[in-house]
């Protein structure tokens, strides 16, 4: 991405996206700077496959955009929104992925690889993750990736699913207690030898 | 128990690893979003279709539905003032009082201003 000089510096999201529904371009090219590469990184994340995840993160910016011109000031932080967006947007594919993916849908390793088998090793675990994330119920699988994968606070949680701190605390326990039993069962495939 | 905190421990590695993934938003992906960065109008801004001035007069009197109603009523207040009903004549004549013609100028004076005209 050829960087911007920083004239949008400081500013907040919020602000950006306003100059942006005001004509101003630049302020979309600072956004997307600013906010796909987590964006991106979000649905990675879920998804494991690189091609759904772009598909996902595109989808998710083009909405951001369509929804600039009528953003209600100070309602929402912009994090928040793409937070819940990128999330919906996963569970959808997650629940028509329930299939089963094939190997070569999963990404590829980077340069930086470690090594080939060191990084094949990590990307089945991360296809794991998503194939039992895909086996949650919904709510349960957006709680548990935004807590786990995002690092999200519960608060932060309940605004984004639009619910209560305790009912994430409930969704997020029954997640990860499903999530371990899942994973349990496939630990000897994904290089956890029992000791 | 021992079993489930191994469970937990593999799972909370999965995790860390899931956390370190922070792909590169490829060349491509950016000019696609991008592409999609037109600035849309928002539902406030948009402007309305163009309307003829017939219509627009349609609307300042309420639709058809209200004008139907107007043309009916100026029909019959034309009608009942060309040909007035009985019964109208008589709540006008009990209401405002009889007919009567007031001559403003004594005959007999204008005969005389005619003559005075004639020479």
Same mark, same amino acid.
């Given at each position: 991405m050829n960087a911007m000089p920083d004239l949008?510096?400081?500013?907040?999201?919020?602000?950006?996206?306003?100059?942006?529904?005001?004509?101003?371009a630049q302020a979309a090219q600072a956004l997307t700077e600013r906010l796909l590469p987590r964006v991106l990184a979000q649905a990675t994340r879920m998804l494991a496959i690189q091609a759904e995840a772009e598909e996902v993160a595109q989808e998710a910016m083009i909405r951001l955009w369509k929804q600039a011109p009528d953003w209600r000031q100070g309602e929402a932080q912009v994090?928040?929104?793409?937070?819940?967006?990128?999330?919906?947007?996963?569970?959808?594919?997650?629940?028509?992925?329930?299939?089963?993916? !094939?190997?070569?849908q999963i990404a590829e390793p980077t340069d930086s690889a470690p090594s080939v088998v060191q990084q094949m090793q990590t990307n089945a675990r991360m296809q794991a993750l998503s194939d039992a994330l895909a086996a949650l119920p919904e709510r349960q699988a957006q709680a548990v990736s935004l807590r786990?994968? $995002?690092?999200?606070?519960?608060?932060?949680?309940?605004?984004?699913?639009?619910?209560?701190?305790?009912?994430? $605390?409930?969704?997020?326990?029954?997640?990860?207690?499903a999530l371990a039993a899942i994973m349990a069962g496939r630990k000897a495939e994904l290089g956890y030898d029992d000791d | 128990m021992m079993m489930t905190d191994?469970?937990?421990?593999?799972? $909370?590695?999965?995790?860390?690893?899931?956390?370190?993934?922070?792909?590169?938003?490829?060349?491509?992906?950016?000019?696609?979003?991008?592409?999609?960065?037109?600035?849309?109008? !928002?539902?406030a801004a948009r402007p309305t279709p163009r309307r003829s001035l017939g219509q627009q007069v349609l609307d300042l009197l309420g639709g058809w539905t209200a004008v139907s109603g107007l043309v009916t009523a100026t029909c019959a207040g034309v009608w009942i003032g060309v040909s007035p009903p009985e019964s109208v004549q008589d709540y006008t004549a009990t209401y405002f009082g009889d007919e009567i013609s007031v001559s403003l100028f004594n005959e007999d004076a204008i005969f005389a201003a005619g003559d005075f005209f004639d020479g």
């Open positions: 949008f510096a400081g500013a907040p999201d919020e602000a950006l996206l306003i100059a942006f529904a005001n004509g101003d994090s928040t929104w793409l937070y819940r967006v990128v999330s919906n947007l996963c569970t959808d594919i997650l629940r028509k992925r329930r299939g089963g993916v !094939s190997l070569d786990h994968l $995002e690092g999200l606070s519960n608060p932060e949680i309940a605004e984004i699913m639009d619910t209560n701190v305790r009912s994430v $605390e409930s969704l997020t326990a029954r997640g990860k207690r | 191994r469970n937990d421990d593999i799972l $909370e590695d999965i995790f860390a690893q899931a956390r370190t993934v922070a792909p590169t938003p490829s060349d491509d992906l950016i000019a696609r979003v991008m592409a999609g960065a037109t600035v849309p109008q !928002s539902a």
